[in-house]
């Protein structure tokens, strides 16, 4: 059982180049969902997903898009990176967001760096 | 106004102190709390799950005052790997999204 994973650990753009974050969970979690999080921001949420299918904006979704076409896969697309888009990447999962005992497990984030 | 809010910190405190963390949130509606815990440059982790009739785990006590719409974390004789960030979370239970705290840093001193 390896959780949430992510890929890359690091990246590093330019300025207009567009890349994909991947994330997957083997623990058959309904929710999942992408932050990023800057130094003095806290977490902020891109986007998430209630189920295989369904994704909805969170506080900042300019820049990103995202799918789920499977339940274990929610994967990140930057589609022109700027240097605003500098920031650590976190994919969490959950087994329902409405439900008890809904605590979000994390991956280990990807650190992107945009020239 | 935020929906959730944390005091940043930092608190240095020695070894062996008892510390508390409060956090407030806006939407009285919400139905589940959490504290994690971050180390530095790490993902986030869940250190326990806030009940309404307060929750211990070791040296670790988590409470909820819905009248006043915070929840707190005791840390009692505190250790050098306590020194983290601890996030306050909360989910109102919608299907929407969980509200993270910015965090306060705790840095436990020898």
């Known amino acids: 059982n390896a959780g949430v994973t992510q890929t890359p650990k690091f990246q590093v753009l330019k300025t207009g180049q567009s890349m994909t974050l991947q994330c997957a969970q083997d623990?058959?979690?309904?929710?999942m969902s992408w932050y990023r999080q800057d130094p003095g921001m806290g977490l902020r949420l891109i986007h998430y997903?209630?189920?295989?299918?369904?994704?909805d904006q969170g506080e900042v979704p300019n820049g990103y898009n995202v799918s789920r076409s499977t339940t274990e896969d929610f994967p990140l697309r930057l589609l022109s990176a700027a240097p605003s888009q500098t920031s650590v990447y976190f994919c969490?999962?959950?087994?329902?967001?409405?439900?008890?005992?809904?605590?979000?497990?994390f991956g280990p984030g990807t650190r992107l760096t945009v020239l | 106004r935020k929906e959730v809010e944390q005091d940043p910190g930092p608190f240095n405190v020695p070894e062996g102190a008892t510390v508390a963390f409060n956090c407030t949130y806006s939407?009285?509606?919400?139905?589940?709390f959490f504290w994690y815990r971050q180390d530095c440059r790490k993902e986030p982790k869940l250190l326990m799950s806030?009940?309404?009739s307060g929750n211990e785990d070791g040296r670790f006590t988590a409470q909820l005052n819905r009248a006043s719409q915070y929840i707190s974390l005791l840390i009692r004789d505190s250790k050098l790997s306590d020194s983290a960030t601890y996030l306050c979370?909360?989910?109102?239970?919608?299907?929407?999204?969980?509200?993270f705290g910015t965090g306060t840093s705790l840095t436990v001193i020898p």
């Open positions: 939407n009285s509606a919400s139905q589940s």
């Open positions: 997903s209630v189920g295989a299918g369904i994704t």
């Open positions: 623990m058959n979690h309904e929710y």
């Open positions: 969490a999962s959950s087994r329902d967001s409405r439900a008890t005992r809904n605590e979000q497990f």
């Open positions: 979370v909360v989910n109102p239970n919608t299907g929407n999204q969980f509200y």
């Open positions: 806030v009940y309404s």
